[in-house]
T-cell receptor
Framework: QQQVKQSPQSLIVQKGGISIINCAYE??????FPWYQQFPGKGPALLIA?????SEKKEGRFTISFNKSAKQFSLHIMDSQPGDSATYFC????????????????FGGGTRVLVKP | TAGITQAPTSQILAAGRSMTLRCTQD?????MYWYRQDLGLGLRLIHY???????GKGEVPDGYSVSRANTDDFPLTLASAVPSQTSVYFC?????????????FGPGTRLLVL
């Protein structure tokens, strides 16, 4: 069964700093690695995702990098803002599902990010 | 549009009682999912449905059942609640069950089983 290990569990960063969250996976049915952002009292929402044909994807201040040989991927939040304070989850396709079963994700344990003003 | 609605928002339930958590989406999405969220464990898939009329087991299905009678509704039932089912439950949907589809989450139901 797929395990996705996410670190750190929590992170405190000053405004303007860089937040870095790392994830490692064991096996995947296919290469697709989304990151979800969750604010307190809300459901998670897709933040950014990377597909296998690229090793890095950038959207605004958020960047995903992907190392297939090491089975690792990470999220960098540049110029962190107080509004980025949230819990972040990485995810990978669940390998206990055959590919035909489609979009089943295994999530990491989450990282609570606090950006201090 | 409302997206995904869940009810109730929160509930305290006595152990041994049954309960149904409701989930409704107005996006006409084919696939729906139920997750539980526990601190440090992230989101774990309980059950899923790729399309109306079909369901499947996720990572932690024991003690839960689901049905998918139509496209919009995907209720989750706890037949006989136990304290270990204390959690926050999220319903989600995606346009299809295909690879790389974005999942859209509801606001969650907080359940405390005593």
């Amino acid at each position: 069964q797929q395990q996705v290990k996410q670190s750190p569990q929590s992170l405190i960063v000053q405004k303007g700093g860089i937040s870095i969250i790392n994830c490692a996976y064991e096996n995947t049915a296919f290469d697709y690695f989304p990151w979800y952002q969750q604010f307190p009292g809300k459901g998670p929402a897709l933040l950014i995702a990377i597909r296998p044909d690229v090793s890095e994807k950038k959207e605004g201040r958020f960047t995903i990098s992907f190392n297939k040989s090491a089975k690792q991927f990470s999220l960098h939040i540049m110029d962190s803002q107080p509004g980025d304070s949230a819990t972040y989850f990485c995810a990978a396709p669940a390998d206990y599902m055959i590919k035909a079963a489609g979009n089943k994700l295994t999530f990491g344990g989450g990282t609570r990010v606090l950006v201090k003003p | 549009t409302a997206g995904i609605t869940q009810a109730p928002t929160s509930q305290i339930l006595a152990a041994g009682r049954s309960m149904t958590l409701r989930c409704t989406q107005d996006m006409r999405h084919n696939a729906m999912y139920w997750y539980r969220q526990d601190l440090g464990l992230g989101l774990r898939l309980i059950h899923y449905s790729n399309t109306a009329g079909t369901t499947g087991k996720g990572e932690v299905p024991d003690g839960y059942s689901v049905s998918r009678a139509n496209t919009d509704d995907f209720p989750l039932t706890l037949a006989s609640a136990v304290p270990s089912q204390t959690s926050v439950y999220f319903c989600a949907s995606s346009e299809s069950a295909g690879d790389q589809e974005t999942q859209y989450f509801g606001p969650g139901t907080r359940l405390l089983v005593l």
